[in-house]
């Protein structure tokens, strides 16, 4: 059985043969896109759409733990193995167990609100409007001020563009990793509850509920919380 859980954020415990640069004991967070960092799009910067790990060409990307994105295993386990750990890992720093409630935003949600705004354009002091407020798009929210809606009908007319598509999280993740690091992003803002690997059920249903004020579930498999 495919365990879910395409954020992940953890401590090496162990590492390949080929890997040089991340070591045993460091904490990585890792983008939900796995790549392998030498196909065509990873070269491009497009790690969203490597060729490598997701070699079918009716599918897009890979992830961990993800219906229809690659065999790879998901986080909601004990222990997760990366592939190409070196290019996929980004290593933090020594704050990193005290403030991993942000760092693990790094995984998805921060670069793709993130680069929700890039691909929209947004400068700062527009005006934004963010449809769907969930995680992402309270993320987005936090980096967005502005933009005017706008019915479909007219796209054309008012030359308006549309964007869409997994975000390349190693595009943005280290100078988000910075932003965290140096004081300037705290986007554990967003987690509502802290549960063990047991509670995950009841945090599903909650979520699917929409039950009131349950905005972002971190689970601790390690039950360190
Ligand atoms: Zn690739």
């Given at each position: 059985m495919m365990k879910r859980a395409h954020e992940n954020l953890g401590k090496v415990v162990e590492v390949g043969s080929a890997v040089r640069k991340v070591k045993v004991g460091q904490y990585v967070v890792l983008p939900f896109n796995i790549a392998c960092g030498f196909c065509k799009q990873c070269e491009r910067g497009l790690t969203n759409y490597?060729?490598?790990?997701?070699?079918?060409?009716s599918a897009a990307g890979a992830a961990y733990g993800f219906a229809d994105m690659g065999p790879y295993q998901g986080g909601q386990a004990e222990y997760l193995r990366v592939p190409y750990g070196d290019f996929n890992a980004l290593r933090l720093g020594e704050d990193a167990e005290e403030r991993q409630l942000d760092y693990v935003m790094l995984a998805d949600i921060f670069p793709t609100g993130y680069h929700a705004t890039e691909m929209a354009g947004v400068k700062p002091g527009d005006q934004t409007v963010v449809f769907g407020a969930g995680p992402v798009g309270l993320m987005g929210e936090l980096e967005a001020q502005g933009k005017v809606p706008i019915g479909f009908g007219k796209l054309w007319f008012k030359g308006r563009r549309i964007g869409t598509g997994q975000a390349p999280v190693k595009r943005y993740n280290r100078m988000l990793r910075d932003l965290i690091a140096g004081g300037k992003a705290e986007p554990s803002w967003v987690v509502s509850h802290e549960l063990g690997l047991d509670e995950a059920p009841s945090g599903y249903q909650h979520f699917d509920r929409r039950d009131?004020?349950?905005t972002k579930v971190v689970l601790h498999p390690d039950g360190s919380r």
């Amino acid at each position: 059985m495919m365990k879910r859980a395409h954020e992940n954020l953890g401590k090496v415990v162990e590492v390949g043969s080929a890997v040089r640069k991340v070591k045993v004991g460091q904490y990585v967070v890792l983008p939900f896109n796995i790549a392998c960092g030498f196909c065509k799009q990873c070269e491009r910067g497009l790690t969203n759409y490597c060729l490598t790990m997701q070699p079918e060409p009716s599918a897009a990307g890979a992830a961990y733990g993800f219906a229809d994105m690659g065999p790879y295993q998901g986080g909601q386990a004990e222990y997760l193995r990366v592939p190409y750990g070196d290019f996929n890992a980004l290593r933090l720093g020594e704050d990193a167990e005290e403030r991993q409630l942000d760092y693990v935003m790094l995984a998805d949600i921060f670069p793709t609100g993130y680069h929700a705004t890039e691909m929209a354009g947004v400068k700062p002091g527009d005006q934004t409007v963010v449809f769907g407020a969930g995680p992402v798009g309270l993320m987005g929210e936090l980096e967005a001020q502005g933009k005017v809606p706008i019915g479909f009908g007219k796209l054309w007319f008012k030359g308006r563009r549309i964007g869409t598509g997994q975000a390349p999280v190693k595009r943005y993740n280290r100078m988000l990793r910075d932003l965290i690091a140096g004081g300037k992003a705290e986007p554990s803002w967003v987690v509502s509850h802290e549960l063990g690997l047991d509670e995950a059920p009841s945090g599903y249903q909650h979520f699917d509920r929409r039950d009131e004020g349950w905005t972002k579930v971190v689970l601790h498999p390690d039950g360190s919380r």
